[in-house]
């Protein structure tokens, strides 16, 4: 008899989950794969078809983590354990980092 551990990741898969659950563990690992001084001005907001939207307090910090996104992509890739995440979106986020 195979436990529910076992099993779950090939239900994932066959119900065309697993790409979705994989994203919003992307969205709750952020602050962590992003470290405290980028993670205290963002937020990840969405996954949607393999990439990351993540909030960012204002288009200075939007512009610096452009220079950044290859090795955020990497960082948030290895802690969601997976490479369903295909690409990181910075907004800007109006009004503030909302937490």
Known sequence: MESLGDLLPE???RWKLA?????WRAVDEWPAAAGP???????A????????VV????????????FLKRDLLKRIRERA?????????????????QR
Do not use: C, N, P, Y
Request: aromatic share 6%; charged share 30%; proline share 0%.
């Open 37 to 43: 001084r980028i993670a205290q001005r963002t937020r």
């Open 81 to 97: 354990g997976s490479s369903r995440i295909t690409d990181l979106k910075f907004i800007t986020a109006r009004g503030g980092i």
């Open 55 to 66: 909030e960012v307090q204002g288009s200075v910090w939007r512009h610096e983590l452009g």
């Open 19 to 23: 790409e979705g659950v994989a994203g």
């Open 45 to 52: 907001v969405e996954f949607r078809e393999g990439i990351l």
């Open 11 to 13: 239900l994932l898969r």
